[in-house]
């Protein structure tokens, strides 16, 4: 069995059935030998709040240094976003291993008549492979109710009831007690419960069990938002019996700081961690589609709100901004009270009433009809991707336009700010003779795009390019719920053809075209590389312990001299780092890194050149770029949630790096499905962050980080591949230098400068941009023989 017909499998399961408990998800369990004894589980349930809640536990337990679990629902765009550990979705080759294992199991259930619906099977497999990566601590968010759901076949340490409103009233009760009363089933045996409840929700809660109370000035632990940090940012203050913090959250609302004071105290509960490690937790944590602001010119958010209670939240968050006009792209399930949702909005300039590609989703004509009299105008719109291109056409700088009613609609919607247009292997020709020789002639050069869309849009591209005369592969193979891999193939003349036609096609595809178009107009598409030579980093290490350099240039006149030597040598950019990131390096306070770079940037600014800080810290960032650096070297992937603040208040440019640790952990690793297209998708994520708090896309650099949680195999699929980088629209970095990826080829003790050398060429060819390399003048003479061979060849074509 392969990965496409074990999701298939997963994916036929049925969604719902009558029987309700936890027996049948047990039983599944033991056939799995109870997994789930391996860690602890931390459960939480609740109206509203509760994937928020959850994502924050993880983000604060994994700033302590735990290893986490996470089970969430529901995923963007699948279920393998549904399932991470430290952040990582669950490999492609587990969800395989964990069908074979499960199918006999699931077989016999189903002929006792007692077959698991989708979300237990997936609840099993989410505690499987947890103990397969061994996490020290699992965070479950519940699915419905309390009582009879899935999770609740684990004994939880900690639990969270968030808050409570009528809702699955059919199964949980007619009822806010009975409601509560069921939430409240998930607490822990020997800890109190956890709760945002009040009023009757919260009496009946104490009825049944103890709790911990987060909120106003009458809870154990009080949560206040103290006003905006910024757009994308809030401030909140946490008290407790005996301990206080202050923090800043991406998730944005009071809703939100009590969240994040259930959060805080289920981590207390699980152990003794104190509040800095809580407070940088809780900034870190971030959770796409939960009123996340994509632009600020207009503002556009994306909530998924989905019940008239979120809704008030959402507008309550809407109110707080000024802004002309609102503009809304509503899509909600037939199943809502999606009237009481729209009665809850502010007054709306146009609405577009549109459809996810959902079988359960509400008529846009259902939608319109719900709008009437709070709307000043209504458009229906068969597709969420084309609604919000027109919302955005028709706002103005200072407008909202706002994107909510489901997460459905959310991911659809999002698509445009982290689809990726990525150059394949562009190499190819048409072979000689038969119809490509007689239509386009020998030797025309491919194209090759590959393109994650919806299947719709699919199907439209799939019809446009072979009208244009060109081929178009989808395939659903890895991507068994909303999304198709296609791959786009032709010459330049089709794809231009194709682009012309999709900027009219509707389904959100004008934003493809503008995508494609940009992908042909870059120098580096397709390799080979264009002749136009890489930028060389050169490597200023001011510490005494870093890999190869450590203690040579830590002393400011000799770190100077080597600066003057290595722009001599033909450096363009100096970088210049006062921390280790070696395996094994031991963290550097933030004053010591300050004292040992500053002097040195100071003084090499002076040098006529572009000088880079390398650091993962904020205030280091701050005070090198106030000492005289450009850009901001962060081998960390922004894991200091200031960076990208104090970058954009400084306008600098920032260079992200893919890393799963910094300093290097060698006990932590990851299993890609394909490393290019994880890390692709990860530092989409950063970039997406960057652009948030204010920085250009234009001032982003991007490294795949060889080494960095990859190893020898991985680090050289990331070099080969290095062109499909591309797709992120930003410069292309490659940090490589001496690195441990050549011990095989070198030995241990061997001068790992030859196949440096050789991967600097490797790299020149397949479109970097920047080298970054400790020995400047060899990787400089490198870089020049390519171009001039590109070039020469280059002239050779033409001719």
């Known amino acids: 069995m392969d990965y496409h017909e074990s999701a298939a499998y997963l994916q036929s399961l049925q969604r719902r059935r009558p029987k309700l408990g936890t027996d049948t998800t047990a039983r599944m369990l033991s056939h799995l030998e109870d997994p789930h004894d391996s860690f602890d589980s931390v459960q939480i349930a609740g109206s509203n709040g509760k994937g928020s809640t959850a994502r924050m536990t993880e983000s604060v337990l994994r700033a302590a240094g735990l290893d986490v679990g996470l089970f969430t629902s529901p995923g963007l765009n699948g279920f393998r976003e549904q399932i991470t550990v430290n952040g990582g979705r669950i490999p492609k080759e587990r969800v395989t291993e964990f069908v074979e294992r499960m199918e006999p199991c699931i077989d016999q259930l189903a002929a006792e008549d007692d077959k698991p619906t989708h979300f237990e099977v997936l609840t099993a497999l989410a505690l499987y492979h947890f103990d397969a990566e061994d996490v020290d601590v699992a965070v ?68 049944i069990t103890d709790t911990v109370t987060v909120g106003g000035e009458d809870a154990d632990v009080t949560a206040v938002e103290n006003g905006m940090r910024s757009a994308v940012e809030n401030r909140i203050s946490l008290t407790g019996p005996d301990w206080a913090l202050e923090s800043n959250l991406k998730l944005l609302g009071q809703h939100q700081a009590e969240n994040a004071g259930v959060a805080a105290t289920l981590a207390r509960q699980l152990l003794d961690i104190d509040t800095a490690t809580i407070s940088d937790g809780l900034r870190a944590a971030s959770l796409p589609g939960r009123f996340e602001v994509r632009s600020t010119d207009p503002m556009v958010v994306l909530d998924g709100s989905h019940n008239p209670g979120a809704m008030e939240t959402l507008t309550e968050l809407i109110e707080r901004y000024d802004y002309d006009d609102l503009h809304v792209v509503f899509a909600a399930m037939r199943d809502k009270e999606y009237g009481q949702m729209i ?50 056409a028709a706002a103005d700088a200072d407008d909202f336009v706002l994107v909510t009613g489901s997460l459905y609609a959310v991911a659809e919607a999002r698509d445009r700010w982290s689809r990726l247009v990525v150059p394949k292997d562009n190499c190819q020709r048409t072979p000689t003779g038969g119809p490509s020789e007689t239509e386009i002639g020998s030797g025309v050069r491919q194209r090759v795009l590959s393109v994650t869309m919806r299947r719709t849009q699919a199907d439209v591209v799939t019809q446009q390019l072979e009208d244009c005369g060109g081929t178009c592969t989808c395939s659903t193979l890895g991507t068994p719920e909303k999304l198709v891999e296609t791959t786009l193939s032709g010459t330049p003349q089709q794809l231009q053809q194709l682009i ?43 510490t005494p312990d870093s890999f190869y350099d450590g203690g040579e240039y830590n002393r400011r006149d000799v770190a100077v001299r080597h600066a003057e030597q290595m722009i001599e040598a033909g450096a363009d950019i100096i970088d210049i780092g006062g921390e280790s990131t070696r395996p094994g390096a031991e963290p550097v306070p933030v004053e010591t890194e300050i004292d040992r770079v500053v002097p040195v940037i100071e003084a090499v600014s002076s040098l006529d050149t572009t000088v880079s800080v390398d650091t993962r810290k904020a205030a280091v960032a701050d005070a090198a770029l106030d000492a005289g650096a450009d850009i ?84 050289f699929e990331l070099v080969d591949r290095l062109h499909e980088f591309h797709a992120l629209g930003c410069p292309v970095l490659l940090g ?41 003048a060899e990787n400089n003479a490198v870089l020049k023989t390519v171009s001039a061979t590109a070039s020469r060849a280059s002239g050779s074509r033409k001719h």
Do not use: W
């Not at 060698?666 to 948030?692: F, H, K, N, W």
């Not at 690195?739 to 397949?766: I, N, V, Y």
């Open 632 to 715: 901001v070297n962060d081998v960390s992937g922004l894991s200091d949630p200031e960076m990208r603040f104090v970058v954009a208040e400084h306008d600098a440019s920032i260079i992200l790096m893919h890393s799963l640790s910094a300093p290097v952990d060698p006990g932590r690793s990851v299993t890609y499905d394909d490393v290019v297209g994880d890390v692709l998708r990860d530092l989409s994520e950063q970039i997406l962050l960057a652009e948030q708090a204010g920085i250009d896309r234009e001032q982003v650099i991007v490294d795949p980080g060889c080494g960095f949680g990859k190893n020898a195999v991985e680090s």
């Open 343 to 392: 009665e809850t909005l502010p007054a709306v300039e146009t609405a577009f009433a549109a459809r996810p590609d959902l079988d359960r989703a509400a008529s846009t004509g259902s939608l319109a009809g719900a709008f009437e009299g709070h709307a000043s105008r209504i458009q229906q719109v068969d597709s969420v991707p084309e609604a919000t291109e027109r919302a955005i």
């Open 500 to 542: 012309d036609r999709l900027r009219s096609a509707g389904h959100g595809l004008g934003r493809l075209a503008t995508q494609l178009q940009n992908t042909l107009s870059n120098r580096d598409f397709p390799p080979p590389f264009d002749g136009e030579e890489a930028a060389v980093m050169g490597i200023l290490n001011v």
């Open 736 to 776: 490589h230098s001496r690195k441990s990826m050549f011990a095989d080829m070198s030995g241990p003790s061997a001068d790992r400068l030859p196949p440096t050398l050789a991967t600097t060429a490797l790299a020149a060819e397949r479109g970097a941009d920047v080298v970054r390399v400790h020995d400047v």
């Open 140 to 207: 479950l968010e519940v699915g419905i109710g309390g009582r009879y759901d899935a999770t609740s076949a684990v004994d939880p340490v900690a639990s969270a009831v968030t808050s409570i409103s009528l809702e699955h009233t059919d199964l949980l009760g007619d009822t806010v007690e009975e409601i509560a009363r069921d939430k409240a089933q998930v607490s822990p045996r020997d800890r109190p419960l956890v709760t945002g409840t009040t009023g009757a929700a919260l009496e009946a809660i104490q009825e």
